[in-house]
């Protein structure tokens, strides 16, 4: 799920969010209940593991931050902000 705000037409800065993926090796997105619960047999690893990783994020957000905070990224369009144009 996204909990970032959702673009509005003219309104600059609205919609900026990051998408992002996790898989397997063999392919089974990991953010897919699913191809977990296909893949597992056990319809109970999908909420384990969105729980995991709601908690990686909550505790290394800042590691994850680092990652993207590059001039490049933060400072684009020289606004800071997305384009109004949808």
């Known amino acids: ?3 970032q705000e959702k ?3 003219g309104i ?5 969010h990051n998408n992002w993926s996790i898989s397997t090796k063999e392919g089974v997105n990991l953010l897919n209940a699913n191809q977990v619960t296909k893949a597992t ?4 690893v999908f909420p384990v593991l969105m729980a995991a990783i709601v908690a990686a994020v909550d505790k ?4 994850m ?3 993207v905070a590059s001039p ?3 400072f684009r369009l020289g606004a800071m902000e997305a384009p ?3």
């Open 65 to 67: 931050r680092c990652s």
């Open 7 to 9: 673009p509005f037409q």
């Open 41 to 44: 047999g056990n319809k109970d």
């Open 12 to 16: 600059n800065g609205s919609g900026k």
């Open 84 to 86: 109004p144009a949808i």
């Open 60 to 63: 290394h957000g800042d590691l």
């Open 1 to 3: 799920c996204l909990f």
């Open 72 to 74: 490049g990224n933060d």
